[in-house]
């Protein structure tokens, strides 16, 4: 094998970026051109839930769509048309979210003790409209319900259906699988949340996802690859990845990489069978992991 864990990462990433996204992206895309034209009108603020697996591409999504709103498309340097937050680990209250906000517009600034709900929403929405920001994104909003407590993720909700009352802009809310059912539960929040986009993978017969695995082949040929877009290798790195280009890619990286540390000069069925148990302890059957057997 003449590849080292390092070219072995690029590549994945490589491919991933060469890769046809979904047509659900494609949707995810008209869902923030909509938010974006009514944030802009500054009128009252709409919301979009983005929803998906770990790897499904949610926020590359996001930021090959973003990426069209630099300065080099015609927004001047002291405005920022749309802003992406990402909520950080640890204890989630409303504090913690509030200042992962203001660093979306570029405020490091600290939440003080003595700030109240109302000061920090005031704070944001002042940002929001000097910035003339129209779309705000807040990544990984699964961990709005990390905390056990139900009176903080109460606590959070009620702030969350007062900053979209406040904050004259459309917001998309991205996370993982089942994240939303938050919003289904706060009637306030739901009905301003008008689009709900899950994020999509390919068929385990589509030309796409055929595609990926032969390009994989190609590129990675030091590896002695087996032939991945044979059916029966196929099938098997679907079941594992749900035809997430994502996932896959990172899938096979991982057992490449696995690979090499065992000192193989190839990848093996038992390289990616190991990691899809790393990923998911406890998959040591057929039935839980398809690299089994």
Known sequence: MTFTPQEITQIANRLKSLHIPHESASA????????????????????????????????????????????????????????YAKITGGPVTYRSIALDLLGAFGEEMIVLRRDTQQTLRQRIALYASVLKTSVLFIDEAQLIVSSKNEKVIREITEWLKTILNDVKVGFVFCGSDGFWEIFRTNDSLYRRCRILVEMKGYGVMD???????????????????????????????????????????????????????????????????????????????????????
């Open 207 to 293: 030309g796409e996802f055929r595609s990926f695995l032969n390009t994989w082949d190609i590129v990675a040929k030091p590896l002695r690859q087996v032939n991945l877009a044979d059916d029966y290798w196929a099938r098997r790195v679907h079941a594992a990845t749900g035809g997430f280009i994502g996932l896959t890619a990172d899938l096979l990286c991982d057992a490449a990489i696995h690979a090499l540390e065992q000192g193989a000069d190839m990848l093996r069925l038992q390289d990616l069978a190991a990691v899809h148990e790393r990923r998911f302890p406890g998959s040591t059957s057929r039935r839980t992991n398809p690299f089994l057997g």
């Open 28 to 83: 995810a895309h008209s869902g923030f051109d909509w938010i974006k034209n009514y944030g802009s009108l500054g009128s009252s603020s709409a919301g979009m839930l983005l929803t998906g697996p770990p790897g499904s591409g949610k926020t590359s999504t996001i930021h090959a769509w973003m990426g069209r709103f630099g300065t080099d498309r015609g927004a001047r340097s002291d405005e920022k048309p749309v802003a």
